[in-house]
């Protein structure tokens, strides 16, 4: 079991740039999560897959962010023309089915 | 505004004495999950409680729900300072396996 791995591990960007994250799940779990989390708060849910269906996204996630699970394995979340709010730590999850959720390390954005 | 409240945000205490973290919603939930997360690196998870009422020990923690499934608290007896740590409870509603976090207790477990 290797986890939940993503990359890249930090990213510093400008402001206007766009960024790419990218999301290896546990290889059975067929549910993969990504959340977003600003220092000193809880994680706040983005969006979610089931194989490569995206079931849900957030409110929070704005016309500058996509998600994508192409062939229901890895994902990858992009955000257009960032913004220094967009500062974050992104967190990956996944799980089978119910399961509990298990977390990568996370990928923590800087937008100067 | 979080759908799940924390208290205290933030706890330091000395080695040896107890704490207790409190995560507080006006929502039901179908079952509540409490995680540990360390700087630079994603919760980990702790404890799941379905049951109203239910009370769960971890070694020195022991975790409790509410009767009405809407609160949880999270009590450690002689922290250490391993127990240093950002606690996060997390709810879930009926349908899926969304979490929903509450903001988080920083603990800091002095030597």
């Not at chain 1, 960007?13 to 290889?27: A, E, H, L, M």
Request: with cysteine; hydrophobic share 30%.
């Amino acid at each position: 079991d290797t986890g939940v791995s993503q990359n890249p591990r930090h990213k510093i960007t400008k402001r206007g740039q766009n960024v790419t994250f990218r999301c290896d799940p546990i290889s059975e779990h067929n549910r993969l999560y990504w959340y977003r989390q600003t220092l000193g708060q809880g994680p706040e849910f983005l969006t979610y897959f089931q194989n490569e269906a995206q079931l849900e996204k957030s409110r929070l996630l704005s016309d500058r962010f996509s998600a994508e699970r192409p062939k229901g394995s890895f994902s990858t979340l992009e955000i257009q023309r960032t913004e220094q709010g967009d500062s974050a730590m992104y967190l990956c999850a996944s799980s089978f089915h119910n399961s509990p959720l298990h977390f990568g390390n996370g990928t923590r954005l800087t937008v100067t | 505004t979080q759908l799940l409240e924390q208290s205290p945000q933030f706890l330091s205490i000395q080695e040896g004495e107890n704490l207790t973290v409190y995560c507080n919603s006006s929502s039901v939930f179908s079952s509540l999950q409490w995680y540990r997360q360390e700087p630079g690196e994603g919760p980990v998870l702790l404890v799941t409680v379905v049951t109203g009422g239910e009370v769960k020990k971890l070694k020195r923690l022991t975790f409790q729900f509410g009767d009405a499934r809407k609160d949880s608290s999270l009590h450690i007896t002689a922290a250490q300072p391993g127990d240093t740590g950002l606690y996060l409870c997390a709810g879930i509603k009926a349908a899926g396996n969304k979490l929903t976090f509450g903001g988080g207790t920083r603990v800091l477990v002095k030597p």
